[in-house]
């Protein structure tokens, strides 16, 4: 008999493990499309994406790097979610009035039936999103969080649980703030103006995601690109469905406004 011992199995990471450094570049997670079946958003997203591929880990990416939001149909209350229109990943939806639905769900595969991934839910009164992610770990259950709207809607906040050292989950600030800069100018703005994720621990104040909410296409309503150590992925994976989802929430709320002031 051989004395020889089964190698371990390659360690998963996900949001308890990823660590704070900003991994090289040929070790940086890679976007793969979502499978067939879509999330579960009562699982980690950690538990669900992570992957293990031979003699290293890697964690499965449920957004690309860059993506656009497309008109779906004439009502303008779907959207599908995609870096190409004919090729979407998620829908998104949108709900008003009495229906009893968030304000904007997106969802979990690209059907507007199945569950939200994560929602928003504008407060009455007030500038504030009630937003819901996915549980933080397998003993927990999905989260709300706020984000908090300035009195003239120029920057909008959050704070969100990110991977630390040692594997340590910590809680971070991050704000969206109105750009004409050239963070945004390369989206292809209609008037050459956006909105940039600023993370504001550290000296650097680092853009990690910007966002736009017109271009020239009549179908691309929104586009939206990971920028920094947000494309990296060590910021994780929920992270990232709050940066999507607030962007969202943002972009809806403006284009209420703007609707409500034509009328």
């Known amino acids: 008999m051989s004395d020889a011992k089964t190698p371990a199995a390659a ?3 996900g949001l308890e493990t990823l660590e704070d450094d900003v991994p090289p570049a040929e070790e940086l997670p890679a976007y793969s499309p979502p499978s ?7 699982v980690p997203l950690a538990q669900q994406l992570q992957v293990a591929a031979g ?3 890697s964690v499965n990416r449920q957004f690309p790097p860059e993506f656009n939001l497309y008109s779906a149909n004439l009502l303008g209350r779907t959207f599908n979610l995609g870096e190409h229109q004919n090729a979407p990943i998620y829908v998104v939806s949108i709900h008003t009035g009495w229906s009893g639905n968030p304000d904007v769900m997106l969802h979990t595969s690209t059907s507007a039936n199945s569950p939200p991934l994560a929602t928003a839910n504008f407060r009455t009164f007030t500038n504030d999103t009630t937003i819901k992610l996915p549980p933080l770990n397998p003993r927990s259950y999905v989260t ?6 300035s009195m003239f809607g ?6 969100i649980e990110i991977p630390g050292p040692n594997g340590q989950l910590r809680s971070e600030p991050f704000e969206w703030r109105h750009s004409r800069g050239e963070d945004v100018n390369t989206l292809g703005s209609v008037w050459g103006t956006g909105w ?32 920094g150590a947000g494309e990296t992925g060590v910021l994780g994976e929920r992270w990232a469905v709050m940066a999507v989802i607030s962007a969202m929430a ?7 406004t703007k609707n409500n002031s034509a009328n």
Do not use: C, D, Y
């Open 36 to 42: 067939k079946h879509p999330l579960n958003p009562q």
């Open 154 to 159: 120029r920057t909008w906040s959050f704070s």
């Open 11 to 13: 360690p998963r990471l």
């Open 55 to 57: 003699p290293s880990s």
């Open 196 to 227: 940039k994720l600023v993370r504001l621990l550290g000296e650097g104040k680092e853009v990690v995601a910007v966002f736009t909410e017109g271009t020239m296409s009549l179908s691309k309503k929104f586009s939206f690109k990971f920028r």
């Open 250 to 256: 943002i972009w809806e709320k403006n284009r209420r």
């Open 144 to 149: 709300e969080t706020t984000l908090k709207g």
